[in-house]
């Protein structure tokens, strides 16, 4: 499982691993929802079927809009699905048809999935991909980020100070911060 350097005053909200596809289960897609960021370790593969290792990213919560799950459909891989759909429904009658359309039925689930796009102020932060069948899961960890996320604009709404004014005002005590109380 990922395990992030946790920074002071820092908790982990959430933790959950993904199948990025239903073609290559054995791989995982890891998020980690901190109380200030996002880590994401995801699974990258060539053309959706050679794996060929995992990239790394993180992203501070208070720089992402609110996030959302979108359902998206690969329209390359659906093409190639539907190839082998026909293939298979020309051979029928013997096993290469029958795997053919097996890898058909494959391919095509693997052209839906669901995506948990993190967006800023700036543009896009990233997306990260898994199985559709994984979506009810992605949705716990979007709610988990939007959750962490409103609480830090609560927090600032109220001068309360959020963890990256705590972390300053160690390093410059001068500075006085406004209190929860004051």
Do not use: C, Y
């Not at 909200?13 to 990025?20: L, M």
């Not at 609110?66 to 998206?72: L, Q, T």
């Not at 839906?112 to 199985?131: E, P, S």
């Not at 109220?158 to 300053?168: N, T, W, Y």
């Amino acid at each position: 499982m990922l395990d992030p350097t946790i920074g002071p005053g820092e908790m982990v909200v959430r933790a959950a691993s993904f199948r990025p596809s239903l073609i290559i289960f054995w791989m995982r897609t890891e998020i980690v929802v901190t109380s200030a960021r996002v880590v994401v370790r995801a699974a990258d593969s060539l053309l959706g079927v050679v794996p060929l290792g995992s990239r790394d990213s993180s992203s501070v919560v208070a720089d992402v809009a609110p996030a959302r799950v979108e359902v998206r459909f690969s329209a390359g891989r659906g093409v190639v699905a539907l190839v082998f759909l026909v293939l298979g429904l020309v051979r029928i009658a013997d096993p290469v048809g029958w795997t053919a359309l097996l890898v058909a039925v494959a391919l095509f689930l693997h052209a839906l999935d669901a995506t948990l796009v993190l967006q800023g102020g700036k543009g896009a932060i990233g997306d990260v991909h898994v199985a559709l069948v994984e979506k009810g899961s992605l949705e716990q960890v979007r709610d988990d980020i939007n959750n962490v996320l409103f609480a830090q604009q609560a927090q600032a709404a109220l001068g309360a100070p959020a963890v990256d004014d705590v972390a300053v005002s160690f390093t410059t005590p001068s500075v006085a911060r406004p209190t929860l109380g004051a």
